[in-house]
């Protein structure tokens, strides 16, 4: 059960980090494509921007809760 349970912790941390790389790009876009092609950006970047980093950062403090030692 220990290795099924660390396996379920392992992909919670890869769901966790691609959530938040993914809304941490969107954010970076959101203030390059203006620069760059100097209109506005999409909607779908400022909608993964708003949901992939909160949603990221907080499945990274669940599995940092779930994978911390219990206390005696």
């Known amino acids: 059960?220990?290795?099924?349970?660390?396996?379920?912790?392992s992909l919670l941390l890869r769901l966790a980090m691609?959530?938040?790389?993914?809304?941490?790009?969107?954010?970076?876009?959101?203030?390059?494509v203006p620069a760059v092609g100097g209109n506005?950006?999409?909607?779908?970047?400022?909608?993964?921007?708003?949901?992939?980093?909160?949603l990221g950062f907080v499945l990274a403090l669940v599995y940092a809760l779930m994978s911390g030692r219990r206390a005696r």
Request: no cysteine.
């Open 40 to 54: 506005e950006p999409p909607l779908w970047l400022y909608l993964t921007a708003m949901i992939a980093a909160p």
């Open 1 to 9: 059960m220990t290795e099924r349970r660390h396996s379920a912790n």
């Open 18 to 32: 691609t959530l938040f790389a993914a809304g941490l790009l969107a954010i970076a876009a959101i203030f390059l």
